[in-house]
């Protein structure tokens, strides 16, 4: 048999061994809790943002267990709901395997003593965090905790601008770099179901994330995992980075008013400019920036020039209404409640908000412009 078809033989295994189950993945998970007053756990896929999809699940006696289905080996999260309300919590993964996970959690402040026991995937995730906490414990804490201290310290002397803060950052980057090159190294050198976990993770939340490393990863692993969501996710990803940039097309959606009604974003960009406005009521930098951009609508809103808001809440809409009542934002708004369009992650705006200034064209013009920024734009190319 030559070489090229034992080849063509090798990927075409691979492929079939790795590719999304076809039957679901039924798995019960049983926890234990210890020292925690907590009345829910809530479970999420770790790929979703929790405040928009999670089931809740009722702690009873200390105890909580729940079973359900995916359609593929995906990483998911369970958080206590308490921590989650205060803002801050540990992150809890595991891949649901087919059988029962057994947790034993303790608060954020004791996480270190949390158990997951169950899956050949899950001893891959663990492998990889236990590496990860050592090297962080020997190679990287007993340095910039000091530092850490040194910052803080000059924070309360009103000295946190200075140069002497300055060179304390640079330093503690250096040690930051160390923990990512340990990260990089172990997902190159271990190319699981866990490190591709590791990869994704990473590049959806880094915006700045090389093109040339994630364009290397998604290779390898597209190739080992042809049919799995992270290959998909890694690629739509790639396309909105790719094209988000001045002089990219902006992707058309469609998101509904407050009212319900449905309006398909083509069909109402009929100005010569557009300012996209990614905003939610939760988010108080993207409430600033829209509240800025309300006196250049209202210079240039006759002459070609409009603004389209994108909200996006949780739950409901009742503080949406509120920061309407409040704000009273002039131009038309839609909402994505729940994430259930996929936009603000469509647009790379995962995490807070931002603007998008497209021409009549659907070019992009501008990314993020302040209002003097566009204000200056629109004088230049509107009033003549």
Same mark, same amino acid.
Not at 49 to 67: C, G, L, M, S, W
Not at 146 to 155: D, E, G, T, V
Not at 259 to 281: A, R
Not at 311 to 333: G, H, I, Q, S, V
């Given at each position: 048999?030559?070489?090229?078809?034992?080849?063509?033989?090798?990927?075409?295994?691979?492929?079939?061994?790795?590719?999304?189950?076809?039957?679901? !993945?039924?798995?019960?998970?049983?926890?234990?809790?210890?020292? %925690?007053?907590?009345?829910?756990?809530?479970?999420?896929?770790?790929?979703?943002?929790?405040?928009? $999809?999670?089931?809740?699940?009722?702690?009873?006696?200390?105890?909580?267990?729940?079973?359900?289905?995916?359609?593929?080996?995906?990483?998911?999260?369970?958080?206590?709901?308490?921590?989650?309300?205060?803002?801050?919590?540990?992150? !809890?993964?595991?891949?649901?395997?087919?059988?029962?996970?057994?947790?034993?959690?303790?608060?954020?402040?004791?996480?270190?003593?949390?158990?997951?026991?169950?899956?050949?995937?899950?001893?891959?995730?663990?492998?990889?965090?236990?590496?990860?906490?050592?090297?962080?414990?020997?190679?990287?804490?007993?340095?910039?905790?000091?530092?850490?201290?040194?910052?803080?310290?000059?924070?309360?002397?009103?000295?946190?601008?200075?140069?002497?803060?300055?060179?304390?950052?640079? @330093?503690?980057? $250096?040690?930051?770099?160390?923990?990512?090159?340990?990260?990089?190294?172990?997902?190159?050198?271990?190319?699981?179901?866990?490190?591709?976990?590791?990869?994704?993770?990473?590049?959806?939340?880094?915006?700045?994330?090389?093109?040339?490393?994630?364009?290397?990863?998604?290779?390898?692993?597209? $190739?080992?995992?042809?049919?799995?969501?992270?290959?998909?996710?890694?690629?739509?990803?790639? @396309? %909105?980075?790719?094209?988000?940039?001045?002089?990219?097309?902006?992707?058309?959606?469609?998101?509904?008013?407050? @009212?319900?009604?449905?309006? $398909?974003?083509?069909?109402?960009?009929?100005?010569?400019?557009?300012?996209?406005?990614?905003?939610?009521?939760?988010?108080?930098?993207?409430?600033? !920036?829209?509240?800025?951009?309300?006196?250049?609508?209202?210079?240039?809103?006759?002459?070609?020039?409009?603004?389209?808001?994108?909200?996006?809440?949780?739950?409901?809409?009742?503080?949406?209404?509120?920061?309407?009542?409040?704000?009273?934002?002039?131009?038309?708004?839609?909402?994505?409640?729940?994430?259930?369009?996929?936009?603000?992650?469509?647009?790379?705006?995962?995490?807070?908000?931002?603007?998008?200034?497209?021409?009549?064209?659907?070019? !992009?013009?501008?990314?993020?412009?302040?209002?003097?920024?566009?204000?200056?734009?629109?004088?230049?190319?509107?009033?003549?």
């Amino acid at each position: 048999m030559n070489q090229n078809l034992k080849a063509l033989l090798l990927l075409m295994l691979v492929s079939v061994l790795t590719t999304v189950h076809a039957k679901p !993945i039924t798995c019960t998970i049983k926890g234990t809790i210890i020292n %925690s007053d907590s009345k829910n756990i809530l479970l999420h896929k770790a790929t979703d943002d929790v405040r928009a $999809k999670h089931v809740v699940i009722p702690i009873v006696n200390n105890t909580f267990e729940y079973t359900f289905a995916v359609s593929a080996p995906e990483v998911y999260r369970v958080v206590f709901e308490d921590e989650f309300e205060k803002g801050t919590w540990r992150r !809890i993964d595991f891949f649901p395997e087919k059988g029962q996970i057994l947790f034993t959690l303790y608060p954020m402040m004791e996480g270190g003593k949390n158990k997951i026991e169950g899956g050949e995937l899950n001893k891959q995730l663990q492998d990889f965090w236990q590496g990860y906490d050592t090297h962080l414990e020997k190679e990287v804490t007993p340095y910039t905790e000091p530092l850490s201290k040194q910052l803080r310290a000059l924070y309360h002397k009103g000295e946190y601008e200075s140069p002497a803060a300055d060179s304390i950052r640079m @330093e503690m980057k $250096k040690f930051t770099k160390k923990q990512s090159d340990w990260d990089n190294n172990y997902i190159d050198s271990n190319p699981n179901l866990a490190s591709y976990y590791q990869f994704v993770s990473d590049f959806l939340t880094i915006p700045d994330y090389s093109k040339e490393l994630a364009t290397q990863r998604a290779s390898v692993f597209s $190739k080992l995992y042809p049919q799995h969501p992270y290959t998909e996710l890694v690629r739509n990803k790639m @396309e %909105s980075r790719e094209r988000l940039q001045v002089g990219g097309k902006y992707f058309d959606f469609s998101a509904p008013t407050l @009212e319900g009604k449905v309006v $398909k974003l083509s069909k109402v960009m009929k100005d010569d400019y557009v300012l996209l406005d990614f905003w939610g009521s939760w988010c108080g930098s993207c409430i600033k !920036i829209s509240k800025s951009m309300i006196p250049v609508y209202e210079e240039f809103k006759d002459k070609g020039f409009t603004v389209i808001g994108i909200a996006r809440e949780f739950k409901n809409t009742d503080k949406y209404k509120k920061a309407m009542e409040r704000d009273k934002y002039p131009w038309l708004n839609l909402i994505e409640l729940n994430d259930q369009n996929g936009i603000w992650q469509r647009y790379d705006y995962a995490g807070g908000g931002g603007t998008v200034l497209v021409n009549k064209k659907g070019v !992009i013009v501008a990314l993020d412009p302040t209002a003097e920024e566009l204000r200056a734009l629109l004088q230049k190319e509107l009033v003549k």
